[in-house]
T-cell receptor, first 114, second 114 residues
Framework: DAMVIQNPRYQVTQFGKPVTLSCSQTLNHNVMYWYQQKSSQAPKLLFHYYDKDFNNEADTPDNFQSRRPNTSFCFLDIRSPGLGDAAMYLC?????????????FGPGTRLTVL | AQSVTQLGSHVSVSEGALVLLRCNYSSSVPPYLFWYVQYPNQGLQLLLKYTTGATLVKGINGFEAEFKKSETSFHLTKPSAHMSDAAEYFCAVRPSNTGNQFYFGTGTSLTVIP
């Protein structure tokens, strides 16, 4: 089945220690998104890629970076995680940026910062 | 700017009772509308979406939603709640005329009482 895969499902890191979260997709979608979701809140968009075109949200901290080496993979790098970065991180894809295409979500990676 | 309002952050219904989750949006141009469900520690799953055409949309798991332009609403309903419906529900909109971002509501947590 075509899907969005996130690894790992649970990640524990130490305060200030860089961490990378991984997302892959078999849908061959052009757009990949990264969201941060804190407890009992809506997902908050951090950034997205349209093909290789990177689009950062204005309020995304510099501490968060992303890479998309090819269509299938996208990575979220947190350079120096703080306690406030503990959250669920969701990767999503959509076929195109505009129009009525829905987003397909991965299962998420729950990040704990000690 | 788009905004999405979900009235009631927590809704409780008895098993077998009607489920009604409310969603209102603010937009001068009717957007594309989506309902997603999120089970604990999982990603978001699309329940249904409205793009054009028939205003009553049927989705998975017996859910449906009706787009009412005059009320700028897209409420989610299910005639008879099941225990497995307990989850977090998010309404989302996507501008139909410009932009690429999804705007999520703050979510409604549904509890089903046996």
């Amino acid at each position: 089945d075509a899907m969005v895969i996130q690894n790992p499902r649970y990640q524990v890191t130490q305060f200030g220690k860089p961490v990378t979260l991984s997302c892959s997709q078999t849908l061959n979608h052009n757009v990949m998104y990264w969201y941060q979701q804190k407890s009992s809140q809506a997902p908050k968009l951090l950034f997205h890629y349209y093909d290789k075109d990177f689009n950062n949200e204005a309020d995304t901290p510099d501490n968060f970076q992303s890479r998309r080496p090819n269509t299938s993979f996208c990575f979220l790098d947190i350079r120096s995680p703080g306690l406030g970065d503990a959250a669920m991180y969701l990767c999503a894809t959509s076929r195109v940026r505009l129009g009525d295409n829905e987003q397909f979500f991965g299962p998420g990676t729950r990040l704990t910062v000690l | 700017a788009q905004s999405v309002t979900q009235l009631g952050s927590h809704v409780s219904v008895s098993e077998g009772a009607l489920v009604l989750l409310r969603c209102n949006y603010s937009s001068s141009v009717p957007p594309y509308l989506f309902w997603y469900v999120q089970y604990p520690n999982q990603g978001l799953q699309l329940l249904l979406k409205y793009t054009t055409g028939a205003t009553l949309v049927k989705g998975i798991n017996g859910f449906e939603a009706e787009f009412k332009k005059s009320e700028t609403s897209f409420h989610l309903t299910k005639p008879s709640a099941h225990m497995s419906d307990a989850a977090e529900y998010f309404c989302a909109v996507r501008p139909s005329n410009t932009g690429n971002q999804f705007y999520f509501g703050t979510g409604t947590s549904l509890t089903v009482i046996p």
